[in-house]
């Protein structure tokens, strides 16, 4: 009976830390990355484009683009885009300027 009891206590843990994280675990971890991220920019207003990347843990990283408007008056206001990595384990932002992304303007 107490192999019985003992091979069920493992196949529960097993079971139990097989399962993925819950929608609200990631709801969660979403918003600490946008938040860090936001904090991080250089940009006024900057605001998510599109949905974070999500690496493999071994490489330890979320990818986001952000856009927003340059805050230097020199910059009249122009349009902005800074590519976010945020490390999972010290939960840090790096930004750095990747207006290069975007598309050029057509000729006329």
Not at 20 to 48: E, F, I, M, N, R
């Amino acid at each position: 009976m107490k192999a019985a009891t003992l091979t069920f206590l493992c196949l529960t843990t097993l079971t139990l830390q097989a399962h993925a994280s819950s929608p609200d675990a990631w709801a969660t971890y979403d918003k600490a990355v946008l938040a860090s991220c936001t904090k991080a920019s250089g940009l006024k207003d900057s605001k998510p484009v599109g949905n974070a990347a999500q690496f493999d843990d071994r490489v330890g990283y979320t990818a986001l683009l952000l856009q927003g408007q340059y805050p230097q008056k020199h910059m009249k206001g122009a349009q902005g885009t800074e590519l976010c990595l945020y490390n999972k384990k010290s939960k840090t932002a790096y930004v750095t300027e990747w207006d290069s992304i975007r598309p050029a303007g057509k000729a006329n």
